[in-house]
């Protein structure tokens, strides 16, 4: 997979994909990312990439003319469009379904924002879809892009080490994960519970089941379907 970034702070993605999985699965060649400065492409001494809105408001937008050059130039990095994805709180929101879907692409274009966002003809021009990572608000679509490469990448076959299992975690069945416990056996007084060091599995797989479906019941009920919320 080839991942492009569009984005007026590129060094904000320096230290993520410098660490750990996502490092891990660029030196495999599993995944490239390149980020890539929307200011780099505006024509004016001020290299000014924001204008106030037509009609008045607060806070600035993004003009069309960086940002549709810096994508045409983006473009034509890989032979492949793939998806064209626009990092707002007003697009559907991301889920582990989406994540599995966009892990499909060969290629993926994000497009973070900054300031109250994009002129309008951006998104229309471009033919981008839009993408929330959740209902609160963020400074910019950065931090949003990267939450949409680290839930994408993880799922790439190879990306993960021989422990880790993307099939296990949360959300793979449609329910919260089971409490998990390491050694030692007693911290402060705070026991282990007892059927784990049982070695009985079928009594383990059992209990596992029941405390997720407990806790999904008591923190994400919304997850088990609208009657149960
Ligand atoms: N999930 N933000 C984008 C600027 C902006 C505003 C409108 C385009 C249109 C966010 C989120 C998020 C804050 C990123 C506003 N860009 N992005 N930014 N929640 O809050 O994705």
Known sequence: MRIDILTLFPEMFD???????LHRAQERGIVVVAVTNIRDFTTDKYRKVDDKPYGGGPGMVMMPGPVFDCFEHVEKLAPQRG????????GPRLDQAKARELAQEERLILLAGRYEGFDERIRLGL??????????????GELAAMVIVDSVVRLLPGA???EDSAQ???FSDGLLEYPQYTRPEDFRGMKVPGILL?????????????????RTANWRPDLLGPDAR
Request: aromatic share 4%; net charge negative; charged share 25%.
């Open 168 to 170: 296990d975690d949360s």
């Open 127 to 140: 033919d981008a879809e839009p993408i929330s990572i959740g209902d609160y608000v963020l400074n910019g």
């Open 160 to 162: 993960l080490g021989d």
């Open 83 to 90: 998806r064209v994805i626009l990092l707002t709180p007003q």
């Open 198 to 214: 049982s070695g009985d599995h079928g009594k383990i797989a059992e209990w596992r089941r029941r405390q997720s479906l407990e």
């Open 15 to 21: 230290s993520p994909l410098h660490h750990s999985i």
